[in-house]
């Protein structure tokens, strides 16, 4: 058996021409990585060290070992949550990346005004979601909002969409979709066009239709893209937060089928001055998050094609 | 098109320019650093409240106070409830309190005993606002561990609220301030109007704005006097609420999930709600819709006269970079003077005794003398503080189900008063 040498890649060695080359780089993400490290990592060591302790109010945290957890697991609130996010993930996520996967296809073929469509879709990204809220909010007032009264004059009687618990999820789903397609329709589109068109071409003269060209060629091609997109998607939904704390009321009858995981954080953190029962909530959604994107980074041999 | 891209650019540089430059001077505006206030230097304080109606009347308090201190300058500043005591929360933390913060009864224990407040016991032993002049109660109210943490500012109190147009239409007469529960309960049956979508009262799922009131009327509370048992379940108090969800059993008030589409508030304005319990603060927002044409009158007496009666306070911040200067402006905030100024913009009812006629005085339309009546059998916000507002989840869990009628009310005041007194054990 031929033993292989080790051979070591004259680009990784500390060579002068190399720190030439690659200082210039990191110095450019220098700003971000700064930021990162210093706003994101920094709170998310904060939230686990304040998990395993008391911190009520303004006083200085407490150790009180695993009792936070212990009785994270044994709240009924959590799991309700809970199962509201998976709700709401299991709507927003499907629903949404066909979607935004249909409308990048149509945005990408020789359409007029592609353009200005490109621009219609992408302008949820760019509202405030404040202003977003209120709209909708009365869009989906139940006597006097406009989907009720233009389900009315197809005879349907609409629903109580910010008052019944059965529906309210969905409410909050339509916005969650509504905002995010633009940005997901964005980044496909992107994968769409390096979609080399030859190959299209010769799909079409061996007598390839429609579907199967999407399926056969264009799905496996953008996959990359397309495992970005779902897996940030995921990842979003169930960290909703701002539609829900701006369009319910706690005392409102549907708050318990809406309320998610960050918004309980939010309670027990900022209403209840309890932050370090937060932030067990907190790093218990954030085990949950690593663990389903694991779980996706394992699975994407199955489906995902990169070109190496 | 390459002289196009040239021109864009430019301008998207120049717009760049100027947004940047605008974030930079909000900045240098907030941050209160490490100045020293020395002779006339210029100083610089930030007060921090939550109601957007009384924005008019703080600055006019805090122009009086300029007048006087030529070389102080006063930033009044306007956050949203929602997001107030989140952001003032958020600011203590950081050491960036404002320096004048108004507080709140249920609120102002967390921040007191954290160390963020300044003790302000000499201020109301002085002469310019002495204890002596507000009531005991809200003096009462910011006092933690026998230190005075708040000059009072207002008090606010709920009367009823009628639209008179509503009841002409219906026929009934107009409330007066000798109304009984059995006088409530007979208009707003005569007042509901089930076509035209009119309701007799917002029996609303809100203690501080329907429900405590009537516990109240009744002989009942919601804790015991040391605060340290629930008493939901009392008798008098099981009998208050059976009378407050009876309104929305019989059809004279919208649902829980009615007021989760349109607010009590809303109900009342746009006409569809022909009375409301509602507050002195609400005054200034309900005068502004044209169309509504309403007067007041006391709240109905249950087997007494009760009704929340409630008083914010002055706080300082104990890090404010001038100490001196931000204690001499709560002072000032005190005193007759600036309590007057507060009762002529109408904003609020100055807590200041003898100073409230002029609030009185302000409103033309209608009688606000119900309002100050209050003070003679006012309640004090029961008291649900940041360590028992874990209450209040069990509230908002609850009480909802009981005013949707999902859950009977004497079952619904057990569960409620056995998982309150857990939460404060």
Not at chain 1, 40 to 62: R, T
Not at chain 2, 221 to 237: I, R
Not at chain 2, 259 to 281: H, I, P, R
Not at chain 2, 338 to 355: D, H, R
Request: glycine letters at 8%; charged letters at 20%.
């Amino acid at each position: 058996m031929i033993r292989k040498k080790k051979v070591k890649n004259p680009r990784l060695t500390l060579t002068k021409r190399n720190i030439n080359a690659w200082g210039y780089a990191y110095l450019f993400i220098a700003p971000t990585l700064i930021g990162v490290l210093v706003l994101n990592l920094w709170g998310i060591i904060q939230s686990i060290y304040y998990s395993f302790h008391e911190v009520k109010g303004f006083n200085d945290p407490e150790f009180i070992g695993l009792e936070n957890y212990v009785r994270l697991f044994s709240d009924g609130e959590v799991f309700r949550a809970l199962k509201n996010i998976l709700v709401y993930a299991a709507i927003t996520v499907p629903i949404g990346v066909t979607l935004s996967l249909l409308l990048a296809v149509l945005l990408n073929a020789k359409i007029k005004g592609k353009g200005l469509f490109r621009c219609i879709y992408f302008l949820p990204v760019v509202s405030a979601p404040a202003a977003v809220v209120l709209v909708w909010k009365w869009l989906y007032n139940k006597d006097f909002g406009l989907i009720n009264q233009v389900l009315e004059t197809f005879h349907i009687s609409g629903p109580d969409w910010l008052g019944s618990g059965s529906i309210a999820m969905v409410s909050v789903a339509i916005v969650g979709i509504w905002s995010m397609l633009g940005y997901n329709m964005i980044l496909l589109l992107a994968g769409l066009q390096e979609v080399p068109k030859e190959l299209y071409e010769a799909a079409e003269i061996d007598g390839g239709g429609a579907v199967q060209k999407f399926l056969k060629i264009t799905v496996p091609l953008i996959s990359p893209t397309l495992f970005f997109v779902i897996v940030t998607t995921i990842i979003n939904a169930l960290q909703v937060f701002d539609t829900i704390f701006m369009m319910f009321k706690t005392s409102s009858p549907a708050f318990s089928a809406v309320e998610s995981i960050v918004y309980l954080f939010y309670r027990y953190t900022f209403t209840n001055y309890n932050k370090g029962y937060g932030s067990a909530i907190v790093v218990l959604l954030f085990v949950i998050i690593m663990a389903i994107t694991g779980v996706q980074l394992k699975l994407q041999k199955k489906w995902v094609h990169y070109n190496d | 098109m390459k002289k196009y891209k040239r021109i864009f650019a430019l301008l998207l540089t120049v717009i760049l320019v100027f947004v940047l430059g605008a974030c930079g001077n909000s900045k240098n505006n907030d941050g209160s650093g490490d100045k020293q206030a020395s002779g006339g230097e210029k100083v610089e304080l930030k007060m921090i409240f939550w109601d957007s109606n009384q924005e008019a009347g703080l600055n006019d308090m805090a122009e009086g106070f300029m007048k006087q201190n030529e070389n102080i300058s006063v930033n009044v500043e306007i956050v949203p409830w929602d997001e107030y005591w989140t952001k003032i929360q958020a600011a203590a933390q950081g050491g960036d309190l404002p320096d004048i913060v108004v507080m709140h009864p249920d609120q102002v224990e967390t921040y007191a005993s954290g160390g963020v407040l300044m003790d302000l016991t000499d201020v109301l032993d002085g002469e310019i606002a002495n204890r002596e002049n507000f009531p005991e109660y809200v003096v009462a109210d910011f006092r933690v561990d026998e230190k005075d943490y708040g000059i009072p500012k207002d008090i606010g109190t709920l009367a009823l609220y009628y639209n008179k147009d509503v009841f002409d239409e219906a026929g009934v007469e107009y409330p007066s301030n000798a109304w009984t529960w059995e006088d409530l309960s007979a208009a707003a049956e005569k007042l509901t109007n089930e076509e035209a979508g009119i309701y007799g009262l917002n029996a609303d799922n809100n203690g501080q704005n329907f429900y405590w009131n009537i516990i109240w009327q009744n002989g009942g509370d919601v804790l015991s006097e040391d605060g340290k048992t629930c008493t939901f379940d009392s008798p008098e108090t099981i009998e208050a609420m059976k009378y407050a969800v009876s309104f929305v059993e019989k059809g004279y008030s919208p649902t829980p999930a009615q007021f989760a589409n349109l607010t009590a508030d809303e109900y009342f304005e746009s006409g569809k709600s022909a009375m409301t319990f509602a507050g002195s603060w609400m005054l200034t927002e309900y005068q502004s819709v044209d169309e509504l044409n309403f007067d007041v009158v006391e709240l109905p007496k249950g087997k007494e006269r009760a009704s929340i009666c409630s008083g914010m306070a002055f706080s300082v911040s104990a890090n404010t970079a001038y100490p001196e200067e931000a204690k001499k402006f709560a002072e000032y905030l005190g005193s007759e003077e600036a309590q007057l100024i507060q009762a002529e913009s109408g904003a609020a009812i100055p807590a200041y005794s003898g100073t409230q006629q002029p609030w009185i005085d302000q409103f033309a339309d209608f009688d606000a003398a119900p309002f100050v009546k209050v003070e003679e059998y006012g309640h004090t916000s029961p008291g649900f503080t940041a360590s028992t507002s874990e209450a209040t989840a069990v509230l908002d869990e609850y009480m909802t189900q009981v005013f949707s009628l999902e859950l009977p009310v004497e079952e619904g005041m057990k569960i409620i008063t056995d998982k309150i007194n857990e939460t404060l054990k």
